[in-house]
């Protein structure tokens, strides 16, 4: 009688871990994805929002780093801390 309770233990666990990575674990994955191509895909004309607020137009785009143009000064910006391009909105987890 004690391995049957412990086969209904064993499958709670098993459904508790698939709902964890189905609700949790996969949603993360693909916005990551997600994000990472939105930021792969950043070229010269884009407008682009910081996690700091700033609005600029992409000037120049270098290995991981953006020079952008806000107002009438030039900026030098990570590429990780962009969180909108144009008017797609990266998931802020990258990190």
């Known amino acids: 009688m004690g391995s049957n309770g412990m ?15 189905f609700l949790i674990i996969r949603p993360q994955g ?6 990472a191509e ?11 929002t910081t996690a700091g607020g700033v ?19 030039q900026l030098v910006v990570e590429r990780n801390r962009i969180v909108r391009v144009g008017d797609t909105t990266t998931p802020a987890i990258l990190g």
């Open 55 to 73: 609005v600029g137009k992409v000037r120049e785009v270098k290995d991981n780093l953006l020079v952008i143009e806000s107002g009438s000064a």
């Open 38 to 48: 939105v930021l792969a895909a950043i070229k010269k004309g884009d407008e682009i």
């Open 30 to 35: 693909k916005a990551r994805k997600r994000a």
């Open 7 to 21: 086969t209904i233990l064993m499958l709670q666990f098993l459904a508790i871990g698939l709902v964890f990575y």
